[in-house]
């Protein structure tokens, strides 16, 4: 007997082809680009011969989350803005991925970063290959040594002529990390115990995290930090290059990771044998990496990425025009490996930057034009599933188009995130506490005198404009709008309201429940909020006695993993992944074993 088109059988083999279409592209062309770390090129140009560097030591130190414009203001770093007049200062951008790990990596090895790196913040590891630090580890003349946080440590910690030492002390110290970070290097230069050395001070990053950069709190650690980095430098030998820079700026409000352009925008101040003290110039942060390879005179690889800040160096013209041929050289190397096409254009002896320069990173179009043909044919596909071919009221027709507009402004704003980082993270937070709040909730529900209006488009609309009008910023206000709305629909949960005033039309409700997953994505953790507000008013209400007591704990107890979710998975909240450390114990732990017992007890009352 031939099967119905119409039968579930039918209709699930087909919706299951549909998936499949879609999800090839996304799957054969962009993942791999995402996913997958680039191979990089093995070639190594000999530092010429005729040559002699100057420098007998290099020293590079790095301040967390410090940008341009703390550098800049004397109120914040008053003597570091008197060495802006007494030093060479080079205006540097950062890559588009602006976290520590991935700025510190580029910085030091010259490997621009993959798309992949911005999800390996807390554990990115070495490129492979040469670069500076390697290569000087390696050399007779140079002894390496590294102070700092995980950042160095899981680049170059394994590495067995480096010498590293973590003075990390969790994202909650703010101050006593950077206090052994300079106790170290100043016992170090004293002794002579390295001259090559990388001083990595975290504490501006963590002090900006917690209270932005606009608060007294960062003002007093930034004088602070200004202080300590002053006392150090007296004890630097004369013949050493010594750069001061950071990894990437920081926003008013304490963020970071995009590519907006107080996260991008640093100084690296230069000084030493060799260096043009009135030299002022621009570069990337790549270049860091190659005038570290000319100050020490080390062979450059072919897989940095960088060119030599020529401006910089007080040598002859004749000097200038062999360092960058040999910068060239190696430059050439690289973009061949990477478009081979290009072989026969570029030669050795004709230098052309204008040819080979890109971002290294970026967001390609075919990648974003596949992103967009696949969220809208999802969408219309789930719309004509819904709606069967009934006709759309006005109502549905005003809820649709909202839905549409959330959907554009969230593509837009990935797209631009130098606009605004926080905005489209914002947008996904909002989405899945509508979808937790409208799913779940108390009843019947408390009514709030005052709120029922809050629950429809116009009211944040119009709250929307008044808070652009009031701060005269776009991003500030849409950011403090979906913050009040996280919360609005958070306490919506607890009194049931939220889950009441849930979209009637099954088309509009299961496609805003389809937006929400798709836009939350990595912004699960704030599910929690509304669940903890949900269950706290549980535990909390009038009958809650009249429940048996093992209801009760239940209640109880998945009030308290709410909370242990909520504090203790943010490294930024408690200082270190909690929950993390006590998932990763050993089953033959005591304490891993007192945990699953309570846990155990708890769960069978």
Not at 72 to 87: F, G, I, N, V, Y
Request: aromatic fraction near 8%; hydrophobic fraction near 45%; proline fraction near 6%.
């Amino acid at each position: 007997m031939q099967e119905s088109p119409d039968s579930p059988n039918s209709l699930l083999r087909r919706w299951l082809l549909i998936l499949v279409l879609l999800s090839l592209a996304p799957i054969t062309i962009t993942a791999p680009y995402v996913l997958l770390e680039p191979d990089q090129p093995e070639e190594v140009v000999p530092f010429p011969e005729d040559l002699v560097p100057q420098p007998e030591g290099y020293l590079l130190v790095v301040l967390d989350g410090v940008g341009e414009n703390i550098m800049r203001d004397s109120t914040m770093m008053p003597k570091l803005a008197e060495r802006l007049d007494e030093q060479a200062v080079l205006s540097v951008t950062t890559g588009p991925l602006t976290l520590s790990a991935t700025c510190v990596r580029e910085m030091m090895t010259g490997v621009p970063n993959a798309p992949i790196d911005g999800l390996k913040n807390f554990n990115m590891g070495h490129p492979g290959g040469f670069d500076p630090w390697i290569l000087a580890a390696a050399s007779e003349q140079h002894s390496v040594g590294m102070i700092g946080s995980y950042v160095m440590g899981n680049m170059y910690g394994d590495s067995p002529n480096i010498e590293f030492v973590n003075t990390f002390q969790g994202h909650a110290d703010y101050y006593e990390g950077d206090r052994a970070t300079g106790a170290i290097l100043e016992e170090w230069l004293v002794d002579g115990r390295h001259n090559v050395i990388a001083a990595h001070f975290s504490g501006p990053d963590k002090v900006g995290h917690k209270w932005g950069t606009v608060s007294e709190e960062y003002r007093n650690k930034m004088l602070d930090m200004d202080q300590h980095l002053s006392s150090l430098l007296r004890f630097v030998p004369a013949n050493w290059t010594v750069v001061v820079t950071a990894d990437h700026g920081m926003t008013a409000s304490g963020s970071h990771g995009s590519a907006e352009a107080d996260t991008r925008n640093v100084l690296a101040l230069v000084s030493g044998p060799g260096i043009d003290a009135s030299a002022r110039a621009e570069a990337a942060q790549l270049d860091l990496a190659a005038l570290m390879l000319y100050d020490l005179g080390l062979d450059f690889p072919s897989q940095v990425h960088g060119r030599v800040p020529l401006s910089l160096l007080s040598i002859s013209l004749d000097d200038r025009d062999k360092v960058e041929a040999w910068n060239w050289e190696a430059a050439l190397h690289r973009h061949v490996f990477f478009h081979p096409e290009d072989a026969e254009i570029y030669r050795v002896a004709e230098i052309n930057w204008q040819g080979i320069e890109g971002d290294p990173v970026s967001i390609r179009p075919l990648d974003v034009f596949i992103s967009i043909a696949v969220l809208s044919a999802t969408f219309l596909l789930a719309y004509k599933w819904l709606q069967q071919g009934q006709s759309t009221s006005k109502k549905e027709q005003q809820h649709l188009l909202l839905l549409g507009g959330i959907v554009v402004a969230s593509v837009w704003f990935h797209g631009h995130l130098s606009f605004s980082a926080m905005i489209p993270r914002a947008i996904g937070a909002g989405g899945v506490v509508w979808l937790v709040a409208s799913s779940l909730g108390r009843t019947p529900p408390l009514a709030l005198k005052g709120t029922s209006n809050f629950f429809k488009p116009f009211p944040w609309l119009l709250g929307l404009l008044m808070l652009t009008l009031f701060f005269f910023d776009l991003s500030r206000g849409l950011l403090v709008l979906l913050v009040a709305w996280v919360v609005f629909w958070s306490v919506g949960a607890m009194t049931g309201q939220a889950k009441q005033h849930a979209p009637s039309s099954k088309t509009v409700h299961l496609l805003a429940v389809l937006v929400s997953l798709l836009l939350g994505s990595l912004r699960l953790w704030y599910a929690l909020l509304p669940m903890f507000l949900l269950v706290t008013g549980l535990a909390l209400e009038k009958t809650a006695q009249r429940r048996p007591q093992h209801e009760r704990v239940s209640v109880w107890t998945i009030w308290c993993l709410l909370v242990l979710s909520l504090s203790y998975v943010h490294r930024r909240i408690l200082g270190d992944h909690h929950l993390l450390k006590l998932v990763n114990l050993a089953p033959s732990n005591v304490f891993s074993a007192l945990v699953l017992a309570v846990m155990l007890i708890l769960f069978s009352v």
